[in-house]
Antibody, heavy 123, light 107 residues
Framework: EVQLVESGGGLVEPGGSLRLSCAAS????????MQWFRQAAGRGLEWVAY????????YYADSVRGRFTISRDNAGSTLYLRLDSLRDEDTAVYYC????????????????WGQGTLVTVSS | DIQMTQSPSTLSASVGDRVTITCRAS??????LAWYQQKPGKAPKLLIF???TLEDGVPSRFSGSGSGTTFSLTISSLQPDDFATYYC?????????FGQGTYLEIK
């Protein structure tokens, strides 16, 4: 059974930092691209970042580029998101998700999601 | 950036109805579009990818169509479990964006 479990969320002051983790199990982690998404309370979904299976391709939303860093540890089957220079508007539930592959290619859609971890940026 | 515009924002329907949600891209995205269903307090669920490919385990009453700039998600006969919020997502280039969502409510 595919499982993705996020951790690392919490309350942080504006300008502060956090590192989110996503522990993956039930599939061969090193062969899948992975993504982070977020959703502010009562709002829609927002894509945050993408990382390919070997970390050779990394993409970010404009709203987080230069402040967030996505990375992965294939040996430990863990995805990370480093959040720096946090702003009030970064407050959201952050989800990690597995990229849906099709014919062994990444599609950009996400077929398995974690339960989310809440990041609250407030003084 | 590619903008995705979903319509309607809210849709009221009854069990058994056929409903269609539309998503329009600000530029052509080929068939690089997915549809998700989300229920309150839960993570989204992938329904369709590549505009029209049904995800494993998703009931066949869900279908997707379109290419280029105009896409649609159709539910052929609404079931009680289908009342939720639906999102489209484009993944044409290295910058992915969602529509604003369609809240499907019971009439």
């Amino acid at each position: 059974e595919v499982q993705l479990v996020e951790s690392g969320g919490g309350l942080v002051e504006p300008g502060g930092s956090l590192r989110l983790s996503c522990a993956a199990s039930g599939f061969i982690f090193r062969t899948f691209s992975m993504q982070w998404f977020r959703q502010a309370a009562g709002r829609g979904l927002e894509w945050v970042a993408y990382i390919s299976s070997t970390s050779s391709n990394i993409y970010y939303a404009d709203s987080v580029r230069g402040r967030f860093t996505i990375s992965r540890d294939n040996a430990g089957s863990t995805l990370y998101l480093r959040l720096d220079s946090l702003r009030d508007e970064d407050t959201a539930v952050y989800y990690c998700a597995r990229d849906r592959t099709f014919n062994y290619d990444s599609t950009g859609s996400a077929d398995f999601w974690g339960q989310g971890t809440l990041v609250t940026v407030s003084s | 950036d590619i903008q995705m515009t979903q319509s309607p924002s809210t849709l009221s329907a009854s069990v058994g109805d056929r409903v269609t949600i539309t998503c329009r891209a600000s530029q052509a995205i080929s068939k690089s579009l997915a549809w998700y269903q989300q229920k309150p307090g839960k993570a989204p669920k992938l329904l369709i990818f590549k505009a029209s490919t049904l995800e494993d385990g998703v009931p066949s009453r869900f279908s997707g169509s379109g290419s280029g700039t105009t896409f649609s998600l159709t539910i052929s006969s609404l079931q009680p479990d289908d009342f939720a919020t639906y999102y489209c997502q484009q993944y044409y280039n290295d910058f992915y964006t969602f529509g604003q969502g369609t809240y499907l409510e019971i009439k």
